[in-house]
């Protein structure tokens, strides 16, 4: 189910006016919470869910404290305040979904001693799994006529022929993904690996770094910065087919998944796409980015793979973890460590499968009984 959706069917299975359910939309010409506020003071709800499962933060929610604290006493946002004032005197809720699991990205918020009294952050760290899975059936295998052949994302797999040792797909040029991109110049990994990108760095102020960060910029000295369109995702910077018919096709042993961000913890489809697709993968994200996949169930690849570099603290080392684990598997047989793989594909791939079926994480099925039915089908 995508985020639409599900606004849409809580709001047909419940037609009752204690509850408002939002989503971006409202932030189409003010992204503050100024729209929130104005549309809780008019419908006058109890309970106020805010949909944002796509991501793990939004930009208002940046906005909460100032760090530039005056006599050690912090400074809040006068809105915040607002909105937790009418929260209270409407007797109201609000509740933000979000993304990923990371509670101490908001620690601010969680805390015992927060004038917040009824704003309250729920996580949905498994919502990008339903997202994949829908993405995948809907705009894969429905919309390239393939349902003869593949009944349900189940029944998708990619293609084993292995001529590289990796593929790393990149749309937007983050700095984490710039700097992947220059040590595996510096290592002599380019020929041996396939990469995307989609964006300059020139194009969006410099690489993109983390969410509330200024931007970082990245002076290339190995890598010659090209545009290089691997998988039809984006051809003059308009989005062709991110579901085109080269997705099984990889032509690689390994999905390197460079993911969203480097300073938090954040799995998306990213992540989740090679675990259906039954790919192997290694992740460069936050510290702890391929740990945090064990506390799902799933199962990390060390017959092949030295995690060590994944609870160190720079990213530098953690990029230089992955390159040093590719050098040790580049010359082996890329088949034959596919086949001693399998076992613990095909369990990741039943896990997954599991996740999507019964979604024991959905912070949606603690308030409304009806949801674990609709959602398993």
Not at 112 to 117: A, F, S, V
Not at 353 to 359: I, P, T
Request: proline share 3%.
């Amino acid at each position: 189910m995508l985020v639409s959706d599900t606004l849409n069917y809580l709001q047909y299975k419940l037609k009752d006016d204690r509850y408002l359910f939002l989503d971006s939309d409202i932030h189409s010409e003010d992204r503050t919470l100024k729209p929130i506020i104005n549309i809780i003071e008019k419908k006058r709800p109890k309970y106020i869910f805010f949909n944002f499962p796509t991501e793990c933060s939004i930009e208002w929610l940046t906005n909460w404290v100032d760090d530039n604290s005056i006599n050690n006493k912090k400074i809040f946002n006068p809105d915040f305040l607002k909105l937790d004032e009418l929260l209270i005197n409407i007797d109201a809720n609000f509740y933000l979904i979000l993304g990923g699991q990371n509670v101490s990205q908001h620690k601010s918020y969680h805390d015992e001693n927060t004038p917040l009294k009824r704003f309250k952050i729920l996580y949905w760290p498994t919502y990008l799994i339903t997202h994949t899975w829908v993405g995948l059936r809907n705009s894969y295998i429905e919309h390239h006529n393939l349902k003869e052949v593949y009944k349900s994302p189940k029944d998708l797999s990619i293609d084993k022929k292995f001529d590289y040792l990796y593929i790393n797909l990149n749309n937007k040029s983050r700095y984490h993904r710039c700097l992947m991109m220059e040590k595996l110049c510096k290592n002599n990994l380019m020929d041996i690996g396939l990469n995307s990108w989609n964006m300059l760095s020139t194009e969006y102020y410099g690489c993109i770094s983390d969410f509330n960060i200024t931007y970082e910029s990245f002076d290339f000295e190995c890598w010659e910065e090209k545009k290089i369109n691997l998988d039809d995702y984006k051809i003059d910077n308009t989005i062709v087919d991110e579901y085109s018919k080269k997705l099984l096709q990889p032509n690689a042993l390994i999905a390197l998944v460079t993911e969203t961000y480097h300073r938090t913890n954040f799995i998306t489809e990213k992540t989740f796409r090679p675990i259906i697709l039954e790919q192997p993968f290694i992740v460069l994200g936050g510290k702890h980015q391929n740990k945090e996949l064990t506390n799902m169930g799933f199962e990390l690849y060390d017959e092949i793979f030295d995690y060590s570099f994944d609870s160190d603290d720079s990213l530098e080392n953690r990029v230089q973890g992955i390159i040093d684990n590719l050098n040790r598997i580049k010359d082996k047989d890329y088949y034959e460590v596919y086949e001693q793989l399998l076992p613990k594909i095909k369990r990741n791939k039943n896990r997954i499968v599991e996740l999507y079926h019964n979604d024991t994480l959905n912070p949606y099925s603690k308030f409304f009984d009806f949801w674990n039915i609709f959602y398993g089908i």
